[in-house]
């Protein structure tokens, strides 16, 4: 275990249905972060946040909605998905905001399908 | 443009063997390397860093080399098992005002019984 859990493991939604990852982290780490990958495509960064703070914004479109309501918890809230939106969802944590290139903790993911 | 290109893109092997993975970069200013490990199914798993004035690492059966002046890595995995079946994935840091990670495509590595 990474210690960063993310529910659910699988999502199969519907273009017009609303529903949200969550991702919790019990290392007392101050940067959180969401990944989407894609198959044979690198990890894209989607957000980032800091203390609670976003600090990046990959402009993702705004169908993908971020919440970070503290240190140890952050959700992806999803509404009128595309097929092509279907990828793991990977949260991350790691001490420091990229700081120093530390060592990212992943969760095992959410395997997102969109129909 | 900062990028990370790893190769091959996929490799199968049999259990016992060995195999070596490489990771070019072209990432201006280096922080440093990692290579992680992705089970399917799961989220990718730290193995190692390099840093800049690293050559060489070892971590059990994986060792991770670093040549810095041709900007490569390479993961070497010795007598290979069944459980190293996974993706490894580079990802290396870059210092440009804040640090980013710029992550490769990944080896997808099957060993065969």
């Known amino acids: 275990e990474t210690g960063v859990t993310q529910t659910p493991r699988h999502l199969v939604m519907g273009m017009t249905n609303k529903k949200s990852l969550k991702c919790e982290q019990h290392?007392?780490?101050?940067?959180m972060y969401w990944y989407k990958q894609s198959a044979k495509k690198p990890l894209e960064l989607m957000f980032v946040?800091?203390?609670?703070?976003?600090?990046e914004n990959n402009s993702v479109p705004s169908r993908f909605s971020p919440e970070c309501p503290n240190s140890s918890h952050l959700f992806l809230h999803l509404h009128t998905l595309q097929p092509e939106d279907s990828a793991l969802y990977l949260c991350?944590?790691?001490?420091?905001?990229?700081?120093?290139?530390?060592?990212?903790?992943f969760g095992s993911g959410t395997q997102l399908s969109v129909l | 443009k900062n990028q990370v290109e790893q190769s091959p893109q996929s490799l199968i092997i049999l259990e016992g063997k060995n195999c070596t993975l490489q990771c070019n970069y072209t990432v201006s200013p280096f922080s440093n390397l990692r290579w992680y490990k992705q089970d399917t199914g799961r989220g990718p798993v730290s193995l190692t860093i390099?840093?800049?004035?690293?050559n060489t690492k070892s971590n059990g059966r994986y060792t991770a080399t670093l040549d810095a002046d041709t900007k490569q890595s390479s993961l070497h995995i010795t007598a290979s098992q069944l459980s190293d079946s996974a993706s490894y994935i580079c990802?290396?840091?870059?210092?440009?005002?804040?640090?980013?990670?710029?992550f490769g495509t990944g080896t997808r590595l099957k060993v065969l019984a």
């Open positions: 991350a944590s790691s001490l420091e905001f990229q700081g120093r290139g530390e060592k990212l903790f």
């Open positions: 990802v290396v840091s870059a210092t440009s005002g804040t640090y980013k990670y710029i």
């Open positions: 946040y800091n203390f609670k703070e976003q600090t």
């Open positions: 390099m840093t800049f004035s690293e």
């Open positions: 290392l007392g780490h101050n940067a």
